[in-house]
């Protein structure tokens, strides 16, 4: 089966600038993470989906990202403006998980890595 | 915030060793699961252990899981330099009808010499 795809792999912007990341989950999977992993440590859950809802963005800087779920299925993240620490990777993950359900296993995309100048 | 926290930060051994990996968390957790991410990769699924098992294999993984210590343990016998990668546990800790989401640690970084 096909796995989590993301685009682009790769992408430089100047601070201020605005940027934008695609995800498309593994077909079937409910639940999509948006996740943060800054160079050197873990990753750090962003905002969670369940379908096209949002069940967690406590963790989501509000003022400056953004992301959505339409339809249920792909999802965008973007970043207005962004600024000189959101340099990291950004990973997208699904899973089969379901609201009062264990996550069980997620599966993880390649990532988009972004550097901020 | 990180729950889990890997020790050592990280870890190198010469093909054919064994390497163990220790997780310690904070508070209690339905499950435990442990991936590995190779560099420039995406996270890799490597095993899942529920807070009822005290251990499981998979291959040439073992994991171990002690609630009354909250810790973790991954051992990869017979290391092979493939297997070089940073390895992340993280936990499920669901509370009471909220919904589930893995926290992960800061990994630890497995280089296997050959």
């Known amino acids: 089966e096909a796995g989590v795809a993301q685009s682009p792999r790769y992408k430089i912007i100047e601070k201020r600038q605005s940027v934008a990341f695609w995800c498309n989950p593994i077909s079937g999977h409910a639940t999509l993470y948006w996740y943060q992993q800054i160079l050197g440590q873990g990753p750090k859950l962003l905002i969670q989906f369940q379908n096209n809802g949002v069940v967690d963005d406590s963790q989501l800087p509000k003022d400056r990202f953004s992301a959505e779920r339409l339809k249920g299925v792909d999802s965008t993240l973007k970043i207005q403006p962004a600024k000189l620490e959101d340099s990291a990777v950004y990973l997208c993950?699904?899973?089969?998980?379901?609201?009062?359900?264990?996550?069980?296993?997620?599966?993880f995309g390649p990532g988009t890595r972004l550097l901020v100048l | 915030s990180q729950q889990g926290e890997e020790d050592p930060q990280a870890l190198s051994i010469q093909e054919g060793e064994n390497a163990t990996m220790n997780c310690s968390y904070k508070t209690s957790i339905n499950n435990l699961q442990w991936y590995r991410q190779n560099s420039g990769r995406g996270l890799v699924h490597l095993i899942l252990?529920?807070?009822?098992?005290r251990e499981k294999h998979s291959g040439r993984l073992r994991v171990t899981l002690d609630t009354s210590k909250k810790s973790s343990s991954l051992l990869i016998t017979a290391s092979r330099a493939a297997d070089t990668a940073s390895y992340f546990c993280a936990t499920d800790r669901g509370s009471g009808g909220s919904n589930y989401k893995l926290t992960f640690g800061k990994g630890t970084l497995l280089t296997v010499n050959p």
């Open positions: 993950a699904s899973s089969l998980a379901r609201l009062g359900t264990a996550a069980e296993t997620q599966y």
């Open positions: 252990i529920r807070s009822n098992e």
